[in-house]
């Protein structure tokens, strides 16, 4: 079982930057794929990125990429989101995730343990 807690969130606005933390509960954490995904108000939840248990490899959504990055640190049980240039289309509920077997699919169905969430709001 894995508890997931992400924080930094808050409101910016566009052009500005943002970076969120999610950290993990279980000390196997360096052995999880994690992740982070994104819903808008009304919209279905939607892949942002991921990352390996290394930290060697990362995926993005292509709406994305160039803006977003996605890091870990093993030693402190944490991933990150950091985000730049940030547009009102980036306003959100942002959720980190984990799973422990993963192929690079945006199918949120990839992955097991879930964050309650934290909100990033882009003002224009």
């Known amino acids: 079982q894995v508890q997931l807690v992400e924080s930094g969130g808050g409101l910016v606005q566009a052009g500005g930057s943002l970076r969120l933390s999610c950290t993990a509960s279980?000390?196997?954490?360096?052995?999880?794929?994690m992740g982070w995904f994104r819903q808008a108000p009304g919209k279905e939840r939607d892949f942002v990125a991921a990352?390996?248990?290394?930290?060697?490899?990362?995926y993005y959504a292509d709406s994305v990429k160039g803006r977003l990055t996605i890091s870990r640190d093993n030693a402190k049980n944490t991933v990150y989101l950091q985000m730049n240039n940030l547009k009102p289309e980036d306003t959100a509920v942002y959720y980190c995730?984990?799973?422990?077997?993963?192929?690079?699919?945006?199918?949120?169905?990839?992955?097991?343990?879930w964050g309650q969430g934290t909100q990033v709001t882009v003002s224009s």
């Open positions: 990352i390996s248990w290394s930290g060697a490899r990362t």
């Open positions: 995730a984990a799973t422990t077997v993963y192929s690079g699919s945006a199918d949120e169905g990839s992955f097991y343990y």
């Open positions: 279980n000390r196997a954490f360096s052995s999880y794929y």
